[in-house]
C-alpha cells in the first residue's frame, strides 16, 4: 500500500493556464506526481458569476480528489479569488489557491509600495488580491485592471511579443497600470505568462513580473515540506492529464503551453462526470 507521501499533487484550471503552475512544480518538485485537470469544456470561468465559478470550483475539486491526493491546488486565479481564503474548501486534503501566494510575492518585492493587478473580470471584481496585499501591508497601494482578451488570445496562440495585435492589446490594457508607476505587476491570472515577454516588453525592465502559478508552486513545496510529506524516495514524478473537451486537442496544446515535448498521459472526462462527482 502506498504511503500518504506517496499521492499526487492534484492542480486544477479551467483550461490550460494551470500548466504555468504546474510547469514550475515539476522543476521544484521533480519527484512528484501530478494530476492536472483542465476544465477545457467551460472555459472561460472568468466572464461567469461568482456562484458558478464556485459551482464549478466545487466539482473539479471533487473530481481532483477522487484520485487520491496530498494537496489541491485551484491554479487558476479566477477559482481563487471567487473562494478567498476559506480553508475548508479542499475539505480533509489541504488546498491552495494563486492569490495569497501571489500577494505575498508581490507585498516582499515592491519597493515604491505601487502594485498592479491583472486577471480575469471575476477576479478583478472580488478585489481579493487586493485584500490580501493589504493584509501583508496596509500602506501598499493596488492598482488593478481586467484583460478579457488575454485568455482567448493565449488560448489560442496568440502570444507573439512581435505581433502587431498582441502588441496593442498589452498596450490597450496596460497603459493605465504602466503611468500609474507600479515596480511589480501580478499576473493575476494563471494564463498571463504566456503573455509575459509582450507584458515586460511594455511595462519595461524595472517592473517586477510576478506569476501566480509560479508562486504557488512555490508555496506548495514550503507547505508539503512543513507537513512532512515531500517524497524523498528518489521517484521520477508523472503528469497525468484530464481534460473535459477532446484528448487529442489538449496533447496539441499541452505541448504548446508547457514547452518542449510532453510526456505524461491525457484522458477525456466528460461534464456529466463532473457534475455528478
Ligand atoms: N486561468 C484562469 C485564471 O487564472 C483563467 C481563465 C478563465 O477561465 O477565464 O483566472
Not at 493589504?134 to 485568455?151: R, Y
Amino acid at each position: 500500500m502506498s504511503s500518504y507521501k506517496e499521492k499526487a499533487i492534484g492542480v486544477f484550471d479551467s483550461g490550460m493556464g494551470g500548466l504555468t503552475c504546474v510547469k514550475e512544480l515539476q522543476k521544484l518538485l521533480p519527484g512528484e506526481d501530478i494530476i492536472y485537470f483542465g476544465d477545457t469544456a467551460r472555459v472561460p470561468y472568468g466572464t461567469r458569476s461568482r456562484e458558478r465559478i464556485l459551482e464549478y470550483a466545487r466539482q473539479d475539486v471533487s473530481f481532483i480528489e477522487s484520485h487520491s491526493v496530498k494537496l489541491v491546488i485551484a491554479a487558476c486565479g479566477t477559482v481563487s479569488s471567487a473562494v478567498g481564503s476559506d480553508p475548508s474548501f479542499g475539505g480533509d486534503v489541504p488546498f491552495l489557491g494563486v492569490v495569497s501566494p501571489a500577494g505575498r510575492a508581490a507585498a516582499n518585492a515592491t519597493r515604491n509600495g505601487l502594485i498592479g493587478v491583472i486577471g480575469t473580470a471575476a477576479t478583478i471584481r472580488s478585489g481579493a488580491y487586493e485584500h490580501i496585499i493589504h493584509e501583508i501591508s496596509p500602506e501598499v497601494s493596488v492598482i488593478s485592471d481586467c484583460c478579457p482578451l488575454f485568455v482567448p488570445m493565449v488560448e489560442e496562440g496568440m502570444t507573439d511579443p512581435s505581433d502587431i495585435v498582441v502588441r496593442s492589446v498589452v498596450e490597450r490594457y496596460l497603459s493605465k497600470i504602466k503611468s500609474a508607476g507600479v515596480d511589480t505587476l501580478i499576473l493575476g491570472c494563471t494564463h498571463y505568462p504566456h503573455l509575459e515577454k509582450a507584458i515586460s516588453d511594455f511595462m519595461g525592465d524595472n517592473v517586477t513580473l510576478i506569476s501566480s502559478g509560479a508562486a504557488a508552486a512555490a508555496e506548495a513545496k514550503e507547505l508539503l515540506r512543513e507537513k512532512g510529506l515531500l517524497r524523498t524516495d528518489g521517484h521520477t514524478g508523472r503528469l497525468d492529464c484530464y481534460t473535459s473537451d477532446s484528448a487529442d486537442l489538449f496533447r496539441e496544446n499541452v505541448k504548446v503551453f508547457m514547452g518542449g515535448d510532453f510526456c505524461g498521459t491525457v484522458e477525456r472526462v466528460s461534464v456529466e462526470q463532473l457534475c455528478s462527482s
